[in-house]
């Protein structure tokens, strides 16, 4: 990500005004907005493998599985954040064009400069998403998928799956 020089606060309206119109996607965070890198190419080869499986899995459902294009809003948060994929069941979000606002499952693919903050500030805003079941962060640079996922105490449990294992994301019924 690439800082907003100006300083400025800008309003969501302005934000989701100008991304509309912007060849540059730009996350948005509490005023400032971010100019979104481009990936490398394993970066890019597990994302279409991803959002491959996840269209293929919800085909005929009632989920919708949404790939880097399209934001997530978290409203108490003040962000719109471009996720890697998401998927949503929501019927809430059928109605909204350019955001969502009730995913289900999130997930992140690492890249060296986003990695701290994919674990971190990001992780902490998308926790504000009440209907968030998984949270998964899939490295590039080794086989590793770490899932964290909402048990019914309300609190995050961290499941992670290496080389051999079957991938498991409860929130939508899919082991691959």
């Known amino acids: 990500m690439v800082a907003n020089q100006s300083g400025t606060y800008i309003s969501p309206e302005n934000y989701l005004k100008s991304e509309e119109q912007s060849p540059i996607k730009h996350e948005y965070i509490r005023g400032e907005i971010f100019a979104m890198a481009g990936g490398s190419d394993a970066h890019d080869a597990i994302s279409l493998n991803l959002l491959t499986v996840l269209r ?33 069941c929501d019927e809430r979000d059928r109605a909204l064009q350019y955001f969502k606002r009730h995913p289900c499952l999130i997930v992140e693919v690492l890249s060296p ?64």
């Open 113 to 176: 400069s986003t990695e701290a903050f994919d674990r971190g500030g990001k992780f902490a805003d998308y926790r504000q998403l009440e209907t968030l079941q998984e949270y998964v962060l899939i490295s590039q640079d080794r086989v590793s998928v770490e899932c964290f996922r909402r048990n019914s105490e309300n609190q995050w449990v961290l499941h992670t799956f290496g080389p051999e294992d079957e991938v498991e994301f409860v929130s939508i019924g899919l082991r691959c």
């Open 56 to 88: 293929l899995h919800l085909r005929g459902s009632r989920c919708r599985a949404y790939t880097g294009n399209m934001k997530v809003h978290i409203e108490a948060m003040n962000v719109y954040y471009y996720p890697e994929a998401m998927v949503t």
